[in-house]
């Protein structure tokens, strides 16, 4: 019996002790505060903060330091950085505006822009120049200005015939001024110069009908052949 109870009273004291030391080493109740999280990672690193948010067991501080960004994980109870991660490294401004650069272009090939875009990875345009006979895709240094790399192609006889063949709108403006009526029928011939357009006309108060001939690329009146 005497030995139960000696059992009994080790028990007790030893959940005395346990308790006692939660008292007096248990969890701090004084944890760090997001306003010291950011200035120990700052103190340590440099750098601006950009944000700040409470994760699970802490912060997780966002900073910018010598154009890069940095997320750093801080515990809120030892206030110690657990981790440090590079997000991504800035990237500057273009030095070089966007008509600055296509002037640079145009030293490479006369023509029209057909394509112009800004990559803020590569810090880098690339614009695109057409003419009649050639193409070029030009890749320019944002930064120096430097001509980086110059691709040119010929334009295919057809391809180009195509890009300057006129739109059947404009073809019907054009037959209108041999007459101003209600498009009766239209067709569209391709030919090795380009083609041309076959447009009927009618006017019912003046009870005329007309057929013109329209050239697809230049947009001259060929012929014109009036209804009896």
Do not use: C
């Amino acid at each position: 019996m005497s030995k139960k109870l000696m059992m009994a009273g080790a028990t007790i004291l030893l959940g005395l002790l346990a308790f006692a030391f939660v008292l007096i080493f248990g969890p701090d109740e004084n944890p760090v505060t997001e306003t010291e999280a950011s200035a120990a990672v700052i103190d340590l690193y440099g750098g601006e903060i950009e944000s700040t948010e409470r994760a699970k067991d802490g912060y997780t501080i966002v900073f910018n330091r010598e154009n890069r960004k940095y997320a750093a994980e801080v515990d809120q109870s030892t206030g110690r950085i657990e981790s440090l991660i590079l997000l991504e490294k800035a990237v500057s401004d273009p030095v070089i505006t966007e008509k600055e650069a296509s002037e640079l272009a145009f030293k490479q090939l006369d023509g029209e822009i057909v394509k112009s875009t800004f990559s803020k990875t590569r810090n880098q345009y690339e614009i695109v120049i057409e003419n009649e006979r050639e193409r070029a895709a030009i890749l320019i240094d944002a930064e120096g200005g430097e001509v980086l790399d110059v691709k040119k192609e010929a334009i295919p006889k057809d391809e180009t015939l195509r890009n300057r063949v006129i739109t059947e709108a404009e073809a019907i403006a054009i037959a209108k001024q041999t007459l101003d009526g209600e498009v009766q029928d239209l067709e569209f011939t391709e030919t090795e110069d380009g083609g041309f357009y076959l447009i009927e006309i009618e006017n019912d108060e003046t009870d005329r009908e007309v057929t013109v001939r329209i050239h697809a690329v230049r947009g001259e009146t060929l012929t014109v052949e009036w209804e009896d």
